[in-house]
């Protein structure tokens, strides 16, 4: 098993659209979980961070966590094309290392 | 600017050639670390440095790549020997490391290719 899985993409959705982007993690005693957008070419660029159960919102994007079911995910509200991107989700894990998932290819569709 | 810078930004090598790269975080930042990303891949951890200390080190790692982070602030990436399995994207990131706070800044990453 992975440490750190995302949903498989690539992720179609229409402009003005919900997406909604999920990962999930093996290490039961991780703490700290982030979001990361990024564009083809380019670094990742940190969006959302997250260390509490429940919802985090900031903008259009909102994560979500839920530590028994070791599950994350992000929503990102009335998308545009300018979100088209590949999102990766990245975990700090109870010994101290911050893992990233493969990550998953959004299309926003105009 | 203030971010995370690396240089080069760009570098074409011969197999067998040493390379080494530049990462220079957020001033304030005392964790600086060194991811290495294929195309479709997640960033991979090479290494880290907690100020001048290098802490954990990939086992994925070989003999042939060593960081250094001197007075703890730059931090370079050498790669021996270099291999065309060695071509990636290397990224360099910092954050301000304490108990609850983890947030990695990326730099624009250094592109390398061996031929």
């Known amino acids: 098993q992975k440490e750190v899985e995302q949903n498989s993409g690539p992720l179609s959705v229409p402009e003005g659209a919900i997406a909604s982007l999920n990962c999930t993690y093996s290490?039961?005693?991780?703490?700290?979980f982030f979001w990361y957008r990024q564009y083809s070419g380019k670094s990742p660029e940190l969006i959302m961070f997250?260390?509490?159960?429940g919802d985090k919102e900031d903008g259009r994007f909102t994560a979500q966590l839920n530590k028994a079911s070791q599950y994350v995910s992000l929503l990102i509200r009335d998308s545009q094309p300018s979100d088209s991107a590949t999102y990766l989700c990245?975990?700090?894990?109870?010994?101290?290392?911050?893992?990233f998932g493969p990550g998953t290819s959004l299309s926003v569709i105009p | 600017d203030t971010g995370v810078s690396q240089d080069p930004r760009h570098k074409i090598t011969k197999r067998g050639q040493n390379v080494t790269f530049r990462c220079d975080p957020i001033s304030e930042h005392n964790r600086l670390y060194w991811y290495r990303q294929t195309l479709g891949q997640g960033p991979e951890f090479l290494t880290y440095?907690?100020?001048?200390?290098?802490?954990?080190k990939s086992r994925l790692l070989s003999d042939r790549f060593s960081a250094e982070r001197p007075k703890g602030s730059f931090s370079t990436l050498e790669i021996q020997r270099t291999e065309q399995g060695d071509s990636a994207m290397y990224l360099c990131a910092s954050s301000f490391g304490t108990v609850s706070s983890y947030e990695q800044y990326f730099g624009p990453g250094t592109r390398l290719t061996v031929t």
């Open positions: 440095f907690q100020n001048e200390a290098q802490l954990e």
């Open positions: 997250i260390y509490s159960n």
């Open positions: 290490d039961r005693g991780s703490q700290s």
């Open positions: 990245a975990v700090k894990t109870s010994y101290d290392k911050v893992i």
